[in-house]
């Protein structure tokens, strides 16, 4: 039995108000996850596997850049 194929969802990004909205809660654990994979664009999997090791929270930045499979 094959299924019928799906559309494929159009993608929705956010608005400059919406942004700054997450930017005006940015105390909120899960807001500084959603800002991190919007400027790095790391996806959530990704950041999630980030070792401590490779964070620097005075210095405000991380080490990342591990190639994938796909690319």
Do not use: C, H, W
Not at 9 to 14: I, Y
Not at 26 to 48: A, H, M, P, Q, W
Request: hydrophobic letters at 30%.
């Amino acid at each position: 039995m094959k299924l019928p194929q799906r559309d494929k969802a159009e993608k929705q990004t956010f608005s400059d108000e919406e942004i700054q909205t997450l930017f005006n809660n940015d105390t909120d654990s899960t807001v500084r996850i959603i800002l991190i994979s919007i400027y790095t664009g790391v996806r959530i999997g990704e950041l999630f596997s980030v070792p401590k090791s490779d964070v620097d929270v005075q210095g405000g930045y991380m080490i990342g850049g591990e190639k994938t499979k796909a690319g």
